[in-house]
């Protein structure tokens, strides 16, 4: 999305493509309406097709999408398409309030974490340059067994990170959002998660263990 810190955002890798080899994939869920589920795709490198026309490669990926998925709901394009043309098709001015929110969420889940997890210790995090997601890594199995125990016992949800990569991959780390919550619900979900951290580590956190942790910038 855009930098937390109010800094100027990075450019794309289309745009520095001079020689049309990337292919830019986007979505309009986080910046329009989650519920539209509606993407798009530049794709302006030129192809051959078997009777010898070029055409743009996007034309051969939209063929592909209307076979797989019989095409995206003209309801949901058009309220996507409204919402483009009503700010002069850039988001950047729309997304002021929710763009605010993300960042003093996000800022407030970074600190709340630091003053419950000592510096140095076992449990580091990301600190993203934007949106709403954290990453923290912990010293013990993270699986969906995990999840169910902290949903039941501890009254907290988040999501384990294997479920972003390959079967079967173990990944100790869990991902964290804020997106639409209130700071006293982040400083509760996290005494939650502090607690089951607590609970699971060999040992629990000693009592030396508070302050500020260690943490890796994504």
Same mark, same amino acid.
């Given at each position: 999305?855009?930098?937390?810190?109010?800094?100027?955002?990075?450019?794309?890798?289309?745009?520095?493509?001079?020689?049309?080899?990337?292919?830019?994939?986007?979505?309009?869920?986080?910046?329009?309406?989650?519920?539209?589920?509606?993407?798009?795709?530049?794709?302006?490198?030129?192809?051959?097709?078997?009777?010898?026309?070029? $055409?743009?490669?996007?034309?051969? !990926? =939209?063929?592909i999408? *209307?076979? %797989?998925?019989? @095409? #995206?709901?003209?309801?949901?394009?058009? $309220?996507i398409?409204?919402?483009? !043309? =009503?700010?002069?098709? *850039?988001? %950047?001015?729309? @997304? #002021?309030?929710?763009?605010?929110?993300?960042?003093?969420?996000?800022?407030? !889940?970074?600190?709340?974490?630091?003053r419950?997890?000592?510096?140095?210790?076992?449990?580091?995090?990301t600190?993203?340059?934007?949106?709403?997601?954290?990453?923290?890594?912990?010293?013990?199995?993270?699986?969906?067994?995990?999840?169910?125990?902290?949903?039941?016992?501890?009254?907290?949800?988040?999501?384990?990170?294997?479920?972003?990569?390959?079967?079967?991959?173990?990944?100790?780390?869990?991902?964290?959002?804020?997106?639409?919550?209130?700071?006293?619900?982040?400083?509760?979900?996290?005494?939650?998660?502090?607690a089951?951290?607590?609970?699971?580590?060999?040992?629990?956190?000693?009592?030396?263990?508070?302050?500020?942790?260690?943490?890796?910038?994504?």
């Open positions: 999305l855009f930098p937390a810190d109010g800094t100027a955002r990075r450019p794309t890798l289309k745009a520095l493509d001079t020689a049309r080899r990337v292919v830019y994939l986007g979505s309009f869920a986080k910046t329009v309406l989650p519920g539209a589920r509606v993407g798009y795709v530049v794709a302006d490198q030129r192809v051959g097709e078997a009777d010898g026309a070029v $055409v743009p490669f996007a034309d051969h !990926l =939209a063929k999408k *209307s076979m %797989v998925t019989v @095409n #995206t709901s003209p309801i949901s394009q058009a $309220v398409g409204g919402a483009l !043309l =009503a700010h002069d098709c *850039s988001l %950047v001015a729309a @997304n #002021t309030r929710e763009r605010a929110a993300y960042a003093r969420n996000l800022r407030h !889940l970074v600190d709340g974490l630091a419950r997890f000592p510096a140095g210790g076992p449990v580091t995090w600190v993203p340059a934007g949106g709403f997601f954290v990453v923290v890594s912990v010293p013990f199995a993270v699986d969906d067994a995990l999840l169910h125990r902290s949903a039941r016992e501890y009254g907290v949800l988040w999501t384990p990170m294997a479920h972003f990569y390959d079967a079967g991959t173990p990944v100790n780390a869990l991902r964290l959002s804020v997106s639409a919550v209130t700071p006293e619900s982040i400083d509760l979900g996290l005494d939650r998660l502090a089951l951290v607590t609970d699971t580590m060999p040992g629990g956190l000693t009592p030396e263990c508070q302050g500020s942790a260690t943490v890796r910038v994504s």
